[in-house]
């Protein structure tokens, strides 16, 4: 606001009149700024906290995937193991087939002592794994089974071997 090129009021009267007119717009503009900063600082307030809750979801999302990953990850390796079991258990069945057919025909040219002594060591079914309850449990025990599968194949493989006479 621009005030007229006067000089000086007249009168008590009119400096009153505009003293109070001058107060009133230093009041209204001091108004006008409170009003301007609390809204900034609710604006403010509200993106501080919708930033907050979008970094607490995704925070917790990404808890939630790595947990979800790592139970796949877990049932998969679970999985696999038992295929490896499974593939060793049919490794050693085939063998012991060998044995038992060796030692059938009464063969000569294998050492018939040790193949007699396989013959008590048929490899043993194995419980089947659903990999969903106990993971771990699950795991160990394919791999034992499967260690134990393993050395059944290489006895096996000892016995099948043509004695040289």
Known sequence: MKQSP????????????????????????LWIKKRVRRFAATILSLLVSIALCCCGTFLWWDIQGKAKRARMEAENSCVQQFGSMTESYNEAFRLYGQVASKFGELDESYDLDALAALQDKKPEGYRLLYCDTDLDGDVREAKALKRSFDRLSVEYRKALAPVRK
């Open 6 to 29: 006067r000089t000086a009021p007249a009168s008590i009267e009119e400096q009153s009149f505009y003293g109070i007119i001058a107060a009133g717009a230093r009041d209204g503009e």
